[in-house]
């Protein structure tokens, strides 16, 4: 019997079985497929709240402090597991080409200053001297040096094998079919590998969280955004900083790739490209960098964004079901936000804190 059984090995699920392990507790993984083969694996890897949350509040104050652990996080794990994750974080800009886009942008700018963030008002020569690939219709921009991308692909590695090493029972293929109950207390799961019990359960399964809870009869807003993505090749295309349009983003990263996306679309759980979707991206993206008109196509793929209703993730205990809590509904900011939410889900299930967990609290839509 586990302390903890977490169940979905997504980049939540690892995060946060290897954050409870350095704390000493006996965890059990269990992914239904291959370690991070969702939505993690699809992302972009961007790491980015002050482009990504439009107004101060919970989101934002999340996600900066998220980027905050990110270097030390990143490093702890590249010494524990002799990999490189390739973080970046040496800037981004979100620019706008029109004089509505300049005024929304300069909206934003001004409220971000206020609070003290490190963002910056460029135009003319300081915008190409930032990025000399970006197009001569940009107007304006607003530069954050401090947020950049993660190759998340590595870092999903990094974190399995550092669970590995630390002990955590990896189980994967295994899938989950139904939670297991006594005495109206959760005490884990039925699975494709028999059952396994654990004192505390923790739903980390992404887009398919709310289909795990409907086992108990329990309703949670969580349905999957599919996100079409692309790369390309950055031959001949040396980009310095990851670049928001309002119709797409372009993120260098450090093996070669450019990864340009993404559509966020509506279609259960279909994940595949398709070829409207393929071309809303491409069309989305060169209008920045016109350079791209002359990349080598690599690849596309997709995947499914685990989204809540209010676009708040959840994170906590399941009313109702002692020894069950979720972490989930991250959105487009799951890379973004795991060393946080593997914090602050370590601090619940270790001590009994919610003291961050308060405006994610599953309780905003389930009554006991
Ligand atoms: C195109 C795209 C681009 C994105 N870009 C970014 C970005 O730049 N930055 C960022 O921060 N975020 C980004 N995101 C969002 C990010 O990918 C997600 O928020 C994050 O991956 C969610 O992680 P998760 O672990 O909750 O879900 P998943 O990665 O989906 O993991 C859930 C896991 O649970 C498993 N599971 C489900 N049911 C069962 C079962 N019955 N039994 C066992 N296992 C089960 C699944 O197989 C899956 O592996 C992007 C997403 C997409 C699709």
Redesign the pocket.
């Known amino acids: 019997m586990s302390d903890c059984l977490v ?8 995060s946060l079985a290897y954050e409870l392990s350095r704390r000493g507790m006996a965890v059990t993984l ?19 709240p002050l482009k990504e949350f439009t107004a101060p509040g919970p989101m934002l104050d999340m996600g900066v402090a998220s980027l905050r652990l990110y270097p030390q996080w990143a490093q702890t794990l590249e010494e524990f597991t002799a990999g490189d994750v390739q973080v970046s974080l040496e800037g981004l800009l979100t620019v706008a080409l029109n004089e509505e886009e300049q005024e929304q942008l300069q909206t934003k700018y001004h409220w971000q200053k206020e609070k003290g963030y490190a963002v910056h008002w460029l135009t003319g020569k300081e915008l190409t001297e930032v990025e000399p690939m970006l197009t001569d219709n940009a107007q304006a921009a607003i530069y954050s040096p401090r947020e950049g ?1 993660i190759n ?1 692909r590595l870092l999903l590695r990094a974190l399995v094998t550092a669970c590995r090493l630390q002990g955590v029972k990896l189980l994967s293929g ?4 139904g939670i297991a109950v006594k005495a109206g207390k959760v005490i884990g799961v039925e ?1 494709s590998m028999g059952p396994l019990r654990a004192e505390q359960t923790v739903i ?6 709310g ?2 809870l409907e086992m108990l009869n329990v309703s949670v807003p969580v349905r999957p955004v ?4 692309a790369a390309v090749s950055s031959v001949g295309i040396p980009l310095r900083t990851v670049i928001f349009g309002t119709s797409g983003y372009i ?1 260098p990263k450090k093996d070669g790739k450019i990864v340009i ?3 966020e679309d509506e279609s259960g759980f279909q994940r595949e490209v398709t070829m409207a979707g393929l071309a809303s991206i491409l069309n989305g993206v060169m209008p920045y960098v016109p350079a791209l008109h002359t990349a080598a196509f690599l690849e596309a793929w ?5 989204a809540t209703a209010d676009g708040k993730p959840l994170l906590g205990p399941i009313p109702g079901w002692s020894g069950l809590s979720i ?12 060393p946080i939410t593997a914090k602050w889900m370590a601090d619940y299930l270790e001590q009994g804190s919610t003291e961050h967990l308060e405006p994610f609290l599953p309780s905003r839509f389930i009554s006991e």
Do not use: D, K
């Open positions: 169940v979905g090995g997504g980049i939540i699920g690892l269990v992914e239904q497929g291959e370690w991070g083969g969702q939505a993690s694996s699809a992302a972009a890897g961007m790491l980015a991308h998340n295994c899938v989950v079919s699975s980390t399964s992404g887009a398919w969280a289909i795990m599919r996100g079409q993505i993120t996306g993404a559509t997709g995947g499914l964004r685990p972490a989930g509904g991250h959105f487009r900011n799951g890379i973004l936000l795991s």
